[in-house]
């Protein structure tokens, strides 16, 4: 398969990616729909999910994208594989999140990464960043209690801004007592930690279990 090319940056505030994506239909989707889900938010071309999926089958795994041909190509790449319990949608999570997890079962979403996302650097562009505190709180709606969510980049003011959105959410714990965890707990790498780490550069992680909030 061809590799597509797309641009880096794609700016989710753009006109024409306010339309949110419709809910899911999960029988539709995976085979066995009721399965635990693993939600990769910024999958890229997906292929940290590929390699989930073949090895965790008692898994749903879904990734989303904003970059739609990286989608388009991802799905054309499961399906080769014959995999079932894999899919790819291109939405931008910041509108969609909450109507696509709309019709989940409750306790099905156990697990979200999100891994390496866009920086954008220049503080007037915050507001493009992936993981707003709007972005938390509809997390925190849909992963079940004891569920678990991994972040991880290679810019550490990105890292330490999400790592602080979830920090602030009271429905969040942190775990792990050192200031930024020194091992995947994934039995994946992505492509960008691969590279990152090869050329002997820092990746910054943090990882949160979803905690029973006592009102």
Wanted: proline residues 6%.
């Amino acid at each position: 398969m061809a590799v597509v090319r797309v641009r880096q940056h794609v700016n989710p505030l753009a006109r024409k990616y306010q339309t949110p994506a419709n809910a899911i239909e999960w029988e539709k989707v995976y085979t066995q729909p009721n399965q635990p889900l693993h939600l990769d938010i910024g999958c890229a071309r997906g292929r940290f999910l590929l390699k989930m999926a073949q090895i965790e089958t008692n898994w749903n795994f879904l990734g989303l994208e904003i970059r739609e041909p990286l989608v388009v190509e991802a799905n054309q790449l499961l399906c080769e594989f014959g995999l079932t319990n894999l899919h790819y949608l291109f939405c931008n999570v910041n509108n969609s999140l909450r109507s696509l997890l709309s019709s989940l079962t409750p306790g099905t979403l156990q697990r979200v990464t999100i891994q390496f996302p866009d920086p954008w650097f220049k503080s007037r562009h915050a507001k493009r960043r992936v993981v707003q505190p709007e972005l938390v709180a509809e997390l925190a709606d849909y992963l079940t209690v004891g569920g678990v969510v991994f972040l991880q980049s290679d810019v550490e003011f990105v890292a330490t801004q999400m790592r602080d959105q979830f920090a602030e959410n009271p429905a969040f714990e942190r775990l792990g007592t050192e200031e930024w965890l020194t091992e995947n707990p994934l039995p994946v790498p992505t492509e960008r930690e691969i590279a990152t780490q090869n050329k002997g550069e820092s990746v910054y992680r943090a990882a949160f279990v979803r905690k029973i909030v006592v009102t």
